[in-house]
């Protein structure tokens, strides 16, 4: 089945520690996105890419970074820049220029220990 | 500046009554409006999504109401179940499928 893989569901982040979020498409998407989610702040975008080797910050971008060296994944790095981590990120995936909408992953919870 | 303004934030409903969910947004070049349920612990999917060029849109119990000139939207749910509970987001596009602005999310409790 055609879907968003995101791994892994938890994790957990020691003060200083970069870790690395994966996500992986198989729907032949052209663009994939990153969302942060916090209670009470709905779904604050992080980081988008709308073509391979290619990508363009979103409104939270500080303290994140991505790569986008193939089509199917869109990894989001979580550096120790970033002050407050803790957060469930989700990625989604789209075929820009349609009415389509995203389709998301289920999600992983970051949490700082 | 949040894009897309949703209310409630949370809405409790008796089994069988209607739910009602409503968005407003300033940005005219606005072209494709989705709502989109999500259930703890997942990520939120696609429920229903309307134009700007009809007024109302329906698929089974999910209405979408949009009104142009009031730039406003609502979702609609009627007959509410128990299994309705989840959180659900509006959101807002230009070029439709391009960068999404959402709402905040209504965290929605249908009691039996």
């Known amino acids: 089945d055609g879907g968003i893989t995101q791994s892994p569901k938890y994790l957990f982040r020691k003060e200083g520690q970069n870790v690395t979020l994966s996500c992986e498409q198989n729907l032949n998407h052209d663009a994939m996105y990153w969302y942060r989610q916090d209670p009470g702040q709905g779904l604050r975008l992080i980081y988008y890419s709308q073509i391979v080797n290619d990508f363009q910050k979103g409104d939270i971008a500080e303290g994140y970074s991505v790569s986008r060296e193939k089509k199917e994944s869109f990894p989001l790095t979580v550096t120790s820049a970033q002050k407050n981590p803790t957060a469930f990120y989700l990625c989604?995936?789209?075929?820009?220029?349609?009415?389509?909408?995203?389709?998301f992953g289920s999600g992983t919870r970051l949490t700082v220990v | 500046q949040q894009q897309v303004k949703q209310s409630p934030q949370s809405l409790i409903v008796q089994k069988g009554g209607i739910s009602i969910i409503n968005c407003a947004y300033e940005?005219?070049?606005?072209?494709?409006f989705p709502w989109y349920q999500q259930f703890p612990g997942k990520g939120p999917a696609l429920l229903i999504a309307i134009r700007p060029d009809v007024s109302e849109k329906k698929e089974g119990r999910f209405t979408i109401s949009f009104n142009k000139s009031a730039k406003q939207f609502s979702l609609h749910i009627m007959d509410s179940q128990p299994g309705d509970s989840a959180t659900y987001f509006c959101a807002a596009s230009i070029n439709t499928g391009n960068q999404f602005y959402f709402g905040t999310g209504t965290s929605l409790t249908v009691i039996p």
């Open positions: 940005n005219t070049a606005f072209d494709y």
């Open positions: 989604a995936s789209s075929i820009p220029g349609l009415n389509y909408g995203y389709t």
